[in-house]
């Protein structure tokens, strides 16, 4: 890959600084992550990081890194660690604003029945802008993430998993 070249990853945070993160569970030192961003500064093709506003952290994402990576005691599963990273970040404000010309402004996070990554998001613009931003709102909404595979506990064989082979009152086991 090299300039004019764009590699699209998804992340686990972003912060209000627009920096983002990935979580690392594996072994690996800094994961597949850590070789594309050295091939990306090497190479100097873009990087874009799609990314909820679910995913807003509060507080510096490289602070919180500096914390999670000097090691972790204790962990309610795979005991990771977080690199943080400079890429163009895109999340509902961007992708409104790029698709549909509009001003896009998020004002509410969360809910219960199944809105609990939602966003609440306002937007100006002409009628014709405003119309698009909905038809794209309304096109996704009530969309569903595909099952997603986890192995029981007891049967994983993860090894920076904390709970590899034990149960804790709160796993449930199916």
Not at 1 to 18: E, H, L, T
Not at 90 to 119: D, M, P, R, Y
Not at 141 to 163: E, H, N, V
Request: with cysteine.
């Amino acid at each position: 890959m090299g300039p004019g070249d764009v590699y699209i990853k998804g992340v686990n945070g972003i912060d209000a600084s627009g920096k983002v993160a990935v979580q690392i569970g594996s072994v690996d030192e800094y994961g597949t992550i850590g070789r594309m961003v050295a091939a990306q500064r090497r190479n100097g093709f873009e990087l874009i990081a799609p990314c909820g506003l679910e995913k807003l952290v509060a507080g510096s994402l490289e602070e919180a890194a500096r914390t999670v990576n000097r090691g972790i005691d204790y962990a309610m599963g795979v005991k990771s660690r977080l690199f943080a990273f400079t890429a163009t970040a895109v999340t509902e404000i961007q992708a409104l604003e790029q698709l549909c010309g509009v001003k896009a402004t998020q004002f509410s996070a969360g809910g219960g029945s199944g809105a609990e990554g939602a966003v609440s998001i306002a937007v100006e613009g002409s009628k014709e802008q405003v119309e698009a931003a909905v038809a794209i709102a309304e096109s996704v909404k009530g969309s569903r993430l595909p099952a997603i595979f986890s192995p029981q506990c007891m049967d994983c064989s993860m090894p920076s998993c904390y709970l590899t082979g034990q149960l804790k009152h709160w796993v449930k086991e199916d």
